[in-house]
């Protein structure tokens, strides 16, 4: 039985978006100077968006949220082989408050701390794809 059109253009969408975060994040860095901030917030949407969009494949609700540990649970409880993700994501969930409103120098992201976050935002990401069908996968 085919899957179902709908299904397949809600998390094509956000499989879609994600890449597009993945590629901000590459822009934003390459900038003159660096648009540290951007990147971050880009790197944290990433993460969101790809495991949002492994949930609506497996009809998981998963409301409205930013909290990646919150997501990461939820995406275990469909493929415990993405427990190794859960203490990688859980400090990006920070870079949405850190790298989008003022506060103290402390909290500001570096950027080596945004490429780190990079590299495990673009890994999440090509976990969740080799997990979905070929239907939902963007090149």
Known sequence: MAP???RVKQVRAWIENAKEDLRAVEVDLKADPPL????GFHVQQAAEKAMKGFLA???RPFGKTHDLVVLANACLAVDRSLESFVPEVSPLTEYIWRSRYPGRVADELGIEE??????????????ILQRLPPEVRVS
């Not at 540290?36 to 990147?39: D, E, L, T």
């Not at 945004?114 to 976990?127: F, H, I, K, N, P």
């Open 4 to 6: 179902d059109p709908e």
């Open 36 to 39: 540290v901030g951007a990147a």
């Open 57 to 59: 494949w497996h009809d």
């Open 114 to 127: 945004v490429r780190e976050g990079e590299a495990v935002a673009r890994r999440l990401y090509a976990a």
